[in-house]
């Protein structure tokens, strides 16, 4: 599963996007924009690089603009 949880004053929201089959990205990737949308410019904390990768591949293959997503991702491996 992949998760997203997002953290505003002294509440806490969680989402999951998963596709069990191919015919299912389509549908969660418009979730999960449409979920960051909703967040504005917050940052994106996330480990590693695969969420990167994933994003700019997604993005491609539904036709999503991933720029502004792309700057708001903030790998945390790097303060580490």
């Known amino acids: ?10 509440k806490q929201a969680n989402y999951q996007f998963w596709a069990a089959t191919k015919n299912d990205e389509g549908s969660a990737w418009k979730e999960f924009i449409s979920v960051i949308e909703m967040h504005g410019n917050c940052p994106l904390f ?12 997604l993005g491609e293959r539904y036709g999503t603009p991933t720029k502004t997503i792309i700057e ?7 303060y580490i």
């Open 46 to 57: 996330h480990y590693g690089n695969f969420e990167n990768k994933a994003i700019l591949k």
């Open 1 to 10: 599963d992949d998760l997203l949880v997002v953290y505003q004053a002294d």
């Open 72 to 78: 708001r991702l903030l790998n945390v491996n790097t």
